[in-house]
């Protein structure tokens, strides 16, 4: 989208330019064949004279002139308007400043609220397509049989090849009740076609794990940081207090962040006292600095370490780094992916809205969590303290989590300092719809 919106405005400001030129050179000539070379010298003045641009009437001009000599049909008015912003916007070289069509809007207000209309499964980038996580309990996609590492390869006959994951995510979701193709790559098998009709999903948002029920170590995987994440944590937590828990994990792997109120939220369950969670640096310095809130802390007492990897991103990384810097818990996986910009969403004409990076973030002790470009490489985020890699091939799901090496060694840690003689096996005790399993 990016590179079409550049070329869509590399072409708008180009358009005016070919006609003016071309009005320069007729007026040349028939200027020359006149003998009038004073003529020619004071056109070429007035082309070479600055003038203040006026945005709104260069790019109404502009896309005049692409209606009325374009050699083709047009794509549609709203097609073009927004691809040209898309264009603007990419002269900012910044990746998270984008602007958002109704539907692209409409689905951020979903995913930060915490529901959404689709198939209710958690999906990945995979070779052709968009892999599923895991089906959500109770969901179409889990009603349809669809499991995890079942890849989808096209969505109502379309191929996902070489469509984003964004993009595919769009063409699942759609209206209540309505129908939607997936074809489903499993394995060695065919492909096979599955029709699933979307309903209302809750988005996953915590589960929580007696990871070893000897020691009760529990693990909660908080998901993301929808508004919905507070009160769910806060759930999981007074279920933990009620059945002993002696320690906690807190799995942030593969969150990709949220609201920042929820951040701050989270990590006043955490972190006692009035303390910084986090510092809003602009432009022009320090805007603020946010503390933990008052009559929020969940008072567990209890020994903690904090999973990452390269899917935390954004408030996963705000609560992280908070809760390393003020020593509530060492943080234990993989170098997370440096998302620490502050992205504000403004809401403009016609259902449609502007994300704009507007500050940056700080951890309490000054880490600037965003990422940077260095040698052509990127480098950033949170490194933790202990660093544990999994599998490549590894996936979050309890079918493997045998092989989860940042789990076991976040269970060794919290094994020691309860000086544990023995290991307990692993339940799966409430996920986010607040049903229990056991």
């Known amino acids: 989208m990016r590179e079409r919106g550049r070329a869509w405005v590399y072409t708008l400001l180009l358009m005016p330019l070919l006609f003016v030129g071309g009005f320069v050179v007729s007026e040349a000539y028939a200027v020359l064949t006149h003998n009038s070379p004073s003529l020619l010298r004071d056109s070429l003045r007035n082309l070479t004279r600055r003038e203040v641009l006026e945005p709104t009437d260069a790019f109404r001009s502009a896309l005049a002139e692409v209606e009325a000599h374009f050699y083709g049909k047009p794509p549609a008015i709203d097609k073009l308007t927004y691809t040209s912003i898309n264009g603007m916007l990419s002269a900012l070289e910044d990746p998270y400043t984008r602007f958002m069509d109704p539907d692209a809007f409409r689905r951020m207000q979903e995913d930060t609220t915490g529901s959404f209309t689709g198939i209710g499964a958690l999906l990945e980038d995979a070779p052709g397509g ?5 089906p959500l309990p109770n969901s179409p996609a889990q009603k349809a049989g669809l499991q995890p590492g079942d890849i989808i390869i096209a969505v109502d006959g379309k191929s996902l090849e070489r469509v984003a994951l964004d993009e595919a995510v769009r063409m699942i979701r759609g209206p209540r009740f309505t129908e939607v193709k997936l074809t489903i790559r499993r394995g060695e098998q065919e492909p096979f076609t599955v029709t699933i009709k979307r309903d209302l999903v809750e988005s996953p948002t915590v589960d929580v794990y007696l990871e070893d029920d000897a020691n009760k170590i529990y693990r909660i995987w908080l998901q993301n940081f929808s508004e919905k994440a507070p009160i769910l944590l806060d759930r999981a937590l007074r279920q933990i207090k009620q059945e002993g828990g002696r320690a906690i994990i807190l ?31 602009g432009r022009q310095g320090l805007l603020e600095r946010k503390y933990t809130l008052r009559g929020r802390y969940a008072n567990l007492e209890v020994p903690m370490v904090v999973l990452i990897n390269g899917g935390s991103a954004s408030a996963s990384e705000i609560v992280a780094g908070a809760l390393r810097d003020h020593k509530i818990a060492p943080l234990i996986g993989e170098e997370s ?4 910009l502050v992205q504000t969403v403004i809401q403009t004409s016609h259902n449609t809205a502007v994300a704009v990076t507007t500050a940056k973030y700080l951890t309490p002790n000054g880490t600037d969590l965003n990422a940077k ?7 950033g985020g949170l490194k933790p303290d202990i660093e544990v890699k999994n599998p490549e091939d590894w996936r979050m799901t309890e079918e493997d989590k045998a092989r989860d090496k940042q789990l076991q060694k976040a269970l060794e840690v919290l094994r020691e300092q309860l000086n544990a003689t023995q290991r307990g096996d692993s339940v799966l005790r409430a996920q986010s719809d607040g ?4």
């Open 435 to 438: 049903e229990v399993s056991r």
């Open 130 to 134: 968009a892999r599923i996580v895991r």
């Open 251 to 281: 799995d942030l792997r593969a969150n990709p962040g949220g609201l920042l109120d929820s951040a701050i939220e989270v990590a006043s369950r955490f972190i006692p006292g009035d303390k910084v969670v986090v510092s809003v640096v």
């Open 337 to 340: 992916f440096g998302k620490g």
């Open 373 to 379: 470009i260095v040698d052509g490489k990127r480098v």
